[in-house]
């Protein structure tokens, strides 16, 4: 039931998990640590590489259309345009960032003027655990966020979460379920983990403007291999796995008219590709990925388009601390998709003056770019 092919996307640069938990007698280890370390999440004295600017001035947003020929789906629905925006590291930990700790989670969202209220769907990358429940692993960097924090991001207009990350788990298994649980409460919908490798794959579904979107979050930074979800054992979809990637695009773009890819992956500080990485975008894509999101390096990075399709690279930080103005770089990655199926993919150039804090400095729209 594609409604689009992929030559048209270019780009320029709950309780129930719980009991489900008991079911599956894992209870015992949910708890247990990580004796696995992680490299810090921002290291203030790497060189900044130099296709990615430093200052919020030498950002611009560019954006290229290709027309469509049809006005309605497969199915012969009409669609009617539709705006998806998706940002890369998002933290709420109030003890990581002191200005939410003081101001409150909805501190981070008061510069963009309604973004996200002004769009169809809104995806992040949520780097914390939203859960009380559980007790800090043994890694060098825990993240926590209230559950709180997860209306509060809603009433900004966030929809997905992606949760296949490396702090997801910060606080056990538990914890992770149980932040799954929360964001359904808030109305959110949770990708990239769940009870078993095959929840954990599962995409959210979700009608928009007549198109029927199919979200999925894939997790390729894992400090164990205990992190990572299988047939019996709760975690994150492995976004090292390529077939289990592909198999899982694949099976969302039988039902759905669109496909996107929410995934964290990379090398910390680096903002260009590793090759693999670029094999695991060129698998999703011949299984009928319409857009992949990358997050994890802390940079921004390129936007490409790899057959047909756009690929943010790296989105950087969005709401974090400020380390540097090169960790500050950011950006939104924007799709805008038209009624009669032609689309405009851009990156809004965006730079976190104060910790916790994203403001937009350039483009709204795609358009306003060109």
Known sequence: MRALDRGRFVIVLGVGLIVGLVAFGVMSELSAGSTASVQPEVSPT??????????????????????????TGADGLRRDSIVVHAVGDVNFDPTYIDALRVNGPGHAFEKLEGLFLDDDLSIVNL??????????????????????SLSVA???????????????????????????????VAGLGAVGVGIDVEHAIRPYMVDVGGWRVAVLGMG??????????????????????????ASAVRDAAAVADLVFVSIHWGVEGESEPREDD????????????????????HRLGPLEIVDGVPVFWTLGN?????????????????????????????????????AGQPVLVGARTCGDSQ
């Not at 790497?46 to 006005?71: C, E, F, G, K």
């Not at 805008?336 to 976190?352: N, Q, R």
């Open 46 to 71: 790497l060189t900044a590489p130099t296709q990615i600017p430093t200052s919020t001035t030498t950002l611009t947003a560019q954006s290229t259309a290709v027309p469509a020929t049809s006005t």
């Open 220 to 245: 390729g930074v894992k400090p164990s291999e205990s992190w990572v979800a299988t047939e019996d054992r709760p975690g994150m979809a492995d976004g090292d796995d390529t077939d289990l990637m």
């Open 127 to 148: 780097e914390c655990a939203p859960s009380m429940l559980g007790q800090p692993l043994d890694k060098e960097f825990v993240f926590r966020c209230p559950p709180s």
């Open 154 to 184: 809603k009433a900004f207009g966030i929809d997905v979460v992606n949760l296949a990350n490396n702090h997801s788990q910060d606080y056990g298994k538990l914890a992770m379920l149980d932040g799954v649980t929360q964001a359904r």
């Open 278 to 297: 670029r094999e695991r975008a060129q698998a999703m894509i011949e299984a009928g990925a319409d857009a992949i999101f990358g997050h994890h390096p």
């Open 318 to 354: 969005f709401v974090w601390p400020k380390f540097s103005d090169l960790s500050a770089t950011s950006g939104v990655a924007r799709l805008e998709i038209d009624e009669t199926g032609s689309v405009v993919a851009c990156l809004l150039p965006a730079f976190i003056e104060t």
